[in-house]
C-alpha cells in the first residue's frame, strides 16, 4: 500500500469493522428488546384483511417459524450477521414476497446519484466561496454577501427543502412536488427520462446544497486565514504573479487538502439528512423506502437501509481516510 | 486631548478603537450576543407565552380548522381572527399555542440531550487524554466507531420498534450519540496541555489528579466545551426534528417537528396552508441561527485570529 504504514492500515479496517459490527448489532437488538412480537403483527395483519383468522395458534407458530425468531437468540444472531454480509435481510413484511435487497438495490442509485451530484456541487461552490471570502481581491458584494448566505447553513436541509418546494413547486410551479421521475415518461435511457429525471432531482438537490455549502466555507476561510500569512504566498506575491493564478495555484491548493478529512466526518450526517430529503420530495430513494417501511412496521426493511446506510458512511470514511496521504503527501500516518 | 480628537477618524479606525475596547473582554461579542438573544427569545416565548396565551388551544379541535393567520385569507375565504392570531392547523390547533408548547419541548431535548452527552465526553475524554494507556485505546477506538453511525437510524430503528416515547426519553437516546466529539476533541486538547509547563508544576507540587483535571487544565478549555456544546445541542436538535419529521418522535406531546410531519401528511403544501408547516420551520430557522451565532462568537472568542476579519 505504497506510504501508508500497515500498523495505520490494520488500525483502520478493525476500525471500519468494528462500526459495521456494532451498528449491526445494535440494529438487531433493538427490536427485540420491543415487547412487540412480529408474528403477531403479522397476524394481526391477516385479521384485519381476512375479518377472522381459524387456527391462529397455529398460523403464529408457523410464523415463528418461517421468521426464524422461535430458535435461541444467538443462532438467530448468527445467521443475521451471515445474512447482513451477503445483504440478505429476508423478505419483506409490507410487499410480503419481495427480498429486502431488491428493494434497496432499486432504491440505491436513486439516493446515490442525488447524494453525489448534491457533494460535488456544494464542496466546489463552498470551497470557492470560502476562498473568496478571505482573498484581498475580492469584489465588496463577495465578502458581505457570503456571510449573509451562510445564515442557511444552519438549517437542516427538511427546513430548507420545505421552503424550496413551497415556493417553485407548490406556487411557481417550475419544478414538479414529488417523485424522481415523471409517470409519463418510460423509464430507460432515452432523453425524455433524463430529462425528466433532472427536473424531479433539481430541487432536492438545491436543498441540500444550499444548507451544507456554508460548512465546507467556513472550514475553507478558517484554513485560508491561515495560508494566507505562508511565506510562500508573500514570495508569490514579491514575484509579480498574477493575483488570480496565487489564489488558485498557490493559496486553495494548500488550503483545501483539510477539508478533505472534514468530509469525511460529514458524511454519515449528509446522508441522514438526504433521507430525510428525500422522505419530504417522496423521492424514489433509500429515504422514501425507510419512511413507508416505519409506517408500515416492515422491520426487515429498516434494519436492511439503516444498515446499508451505515455501512456506506463506514466506507466512505475508510477510503477518505485511507486516500489521504496521498492527495496530500505532508501527512505522514504515526504509527496509531 | 490627543491628535484623534482633532482628526475625524476613518470607519476603520473606529472600528479598531471599538476592537480595543472590546479586547478587554471577548465574550462581548455582537455574534455571541445576538445568538443568545435568539434562543433567550424561543424560551420567553415558551415561558411568558404560558401566561399570556391559553395553553389548552393545543388540543384538537379547541378551534376552527384550517384558520390562516390574521390578515391572509384561506382557500375558504375565512379571515384570520384575533383568536388565533397564527392561525390553526388541520386539527384545529391554535399555532401560536402550539409553539408555545412545542418549541421550548424541541429547545429541551436538545439542551439535556447534549448535557448529558457532554458529560460523558468530558469524562471519557479526560479519562482518555489524562490516563492513556489501554483505557485510551478503548475510549478512542469506541467513539472513533461511533462517530460514524448517523444517530437518526438508530433512533429510527429504536423508535419504530417501541413506538410513543417521551421527550425525556428520547434526550436520554439521541445524548447516546452526542459524546464522541466532545470526547475526541477534550481528548486532544489534555493531550497536548499535559505537556505545558503549569500542569507538569501543578504535578510536580504533589496536586491531586482530580485537582489537575477539574482545576488546572477544565478552565482552559471552557470556551472549547461551550463550543462544542452548541454543536452537540445543534446536532441533537437535528435529529429530534428528524425523527419528529418522519412521525417518530413523541406521539401525544406538541412539538415543532410533529407539527411539520402533520402539515407534510395532510399536504398543507399543495393547499397552500402555510402558516402551518411555515411557522414551526420559521422557529426552527430561528433556533438554528441562534445557534450558529452563537457558535462563531465563542470562535471568535477561543480563536482571536479570527476576530481581525470581522
Redesign the interface.
Known amino acids: 500500500m505504497g506510504r501508508i504504514p500497515r500498523d495505520y492500515l490494520i488500525n483502520r479496517i478493525v476500525t471500519l469493522f468494528l462500526t459495521i459490527l456494532i451498528a449491526a448489532t445494535i440494529i438487531w437488538i433493538i427490536p427485540r428488546l420491543s415487547p412487540v412480537d412480529p408474528a403477531e403483527i403479522a397476524l394481526g395483519r391477516m385479521a384485519a384483511g381476512a375479518g377472522a383468522v381459524a387456527n391462529s395458534e397455529e398460523i403464529l407458530a408457523q410464523l415463528r417459524a418461517n421468521m426464524g425468531i422461535d430458535q435461541p437468540l444467538i443462532v438467530q444472531y448468527l445467521k443475521y450477521l451471515g445474512g447482513a454480509l451477503v445483504f440478505d435481510f429476508g423478505l419483506s413484511t409490507a410487499a410480503f414476497p419481495t427480498p429486502v435487497s431488491t428493494l434497496i438495490l432499486n432504491a440505491l442509485p436513486w439516493t446515490l446519484g442525488l447524494m453525489i451530484l448534491s457533494l460535488i456541487i456544494t464542496f466546489f461552490i463552498g470551497n470557492l466561496l470560502g476562498a473568496l471570502m478571505v482573498w484581498d481581491r475580492s469584489p465588496k458584494l463577495v465578502r458581505v454577501a457570503i456571510p449573509a448566505a451562510m445564515v442557511f447553513t444552519s438549517i437542516p436541509p427538511i427546513l430548507s427543502g420545505l421552503l424550496l418546494m413551497w415556493i417553485f413547486a407548490a406556487k411557481l410551479q417550475w419544478f414538479p412536488l414529488t417523485g424522481a421521475y415523471s409517470i409519463f415518461v418510460e423509464p430507460g435511457w432515452n432523453w425524455a427520462f433524463v430529462q425528466s429525471v433532472l427536473h424531479h432531482g433539481f430541487l432536492p438537490a438545491l436543498s441540500i446544497v444550499i444548507v451544507t455549502f456554508g460548512f465546507w466555507a467556513l472550514g475553507m476561510r478558517g484554513l485560508m486565514i491561515t495560508v494566507q500569512g505562508e511565506d510562500y504566498v508573500k514570495l508569490a506575491e514579491a514575484k509579480g504573479l498574477r493575483p488570480r493564478y496565487i489564489l488558485y495555484r498557490y493559496m486553495i491548493r494548500n488550503a483545501i487538502l483539510p477539508q478533505i478529512t472534514a468530509f469525511a466526518l460529514k458524511v454519515g450526517l449528509l446522508i441522514a439528512g438526504q433521507v430525510l430529503v428525500e422522505r419530504i420530495f417522496a423521492y424514489n430513494g433509500m429515504g422514501k423506502l425507510l419512511y413507508d417501511a416505519i409506517l408500515n412496521q416492515d422491520f426487515p426493511v429498516i434494519q436492511g437501509v439503516s444498515y446499508v446506510i451505515i455501512l456506506m458512511t463506514a466506507i466512505s470514511v475508510f477510503l477518505v481516510d485511507l486516500l489521504y496521504p496521498f492527495i496530500d503527501p505532508r501527512i505522514r500516518h504515526e504509527a496509531a | 486631548m490627543t491628535s484623534q480628537d482633532n482628526m475625524p477618524m476613518t470607519r476603520a479606525e473606529k472600528r479598531q478603537l471599538k476592537r480595543m475596547k472590546r479586547f478587554d473582554n471577548p465574550w462581548m461579542n455582537p455574534k455571541l450576543i445576538w445568538g443568545a438573544g435568539l434562543l433567550l427569545g424561543i424560551v420567553a416565548l415558551g415561558l411568558i407565552g404560558r401566561l399570556l396565551w391559553d395553553p389548552d388551544l393545543v388540543f384538537t379541535g379547541s378551534s376552527m380548522l384550517r384558520l390562516p393567520p390574521i390578515g391572509f385569507e384561506n382557500l375558504r375565504g375565512q379571515e384570520g381572527t384575533l383568536a388565533n392570531p397564527l392561525g390553526t392547523d388541520g386539527g384545529g390547533r391554535d399555532l401560536l399555542a402550539l409553539i408555545i408548547i412545542g418549541a421550548p419541548n424541541t429547545l429541551f431535548v436538545g439542551l439535556l440531550a447534549s448535557l448529558i452527552g457532554m458529560s460523558i465526553g468530558i469524562f471519557l475524554g479526560f479519562s482518555a487524554g489524562f490516563l492513556g494507556g489501554r483505557i485510551d485505546d478503548t475510549i478512542r ?1 469506541l467513539a ?11 433512533l ?3 423508535q ?4 410513543d416515547v417521551t421527550l425525556t426519553m428520547m434526550a436520554l437516546l439521541i445524548a447516546g450519540f452526542v459524546w464522541q466529539s466532545p470526547t475526541r476533541l477534550i481528548r486532544a486538547q489534555v493531550l497536548s496541555m499535559k505537556q505545558s509547563g503549569y500542569v507538569q508544576m501543578a504535578q510536580l507540587s504533589g496536586a491531586s489528579t482530580s485537582h489537575i483535571m477539574f482545576r488546572e487544565m477544565l478552565p482552559n478549555l471552557v470556551p472549547y466545551l461551550f463550543g462544542s456544546f452548541i454543536a452537540s445541542v ?2 441533537s436538535i ?2 429530534a ?2 425523527l419528529e ?4 418522535g413523541p406521539q401525544r406531546i406538541p412539538t415543532l417537528g410533529r407539527t ?1 410531519y402533520e402539515a ?1 401528511n395532510a399536504g398543507a ?2 393547499q ?1 396552508l ?1 402558516w402551518w ?2 411557522i414551526p ?1 420559521l422557529l ?2 430561528v433556533m ?2 441562534g ?2 451565532l452563537i457558535n462563531l462568537g465563542l470562535d471568535e472568542v477561543s480563536n482571536p ?2 476576530r481581525k ?1 470581522s
Open positions: 477506538v472513533d466507531v461511533m462517530i460514524t453511525i448517523p444517530p437518526l437510524l438508530i429510527v430503528v429504536f419504530s420498534a417501541f413506538g445543534t446536532t437535528v435529529t426534528v428528524g419529521v418522519l412521525g417518530l411539520i407534510i403544501l399543495i397552500n402555510w408547516w411555515g420551520t426552527l430557522a438554528f441561527i445557534l450558529l485570529r479570527l476579519l
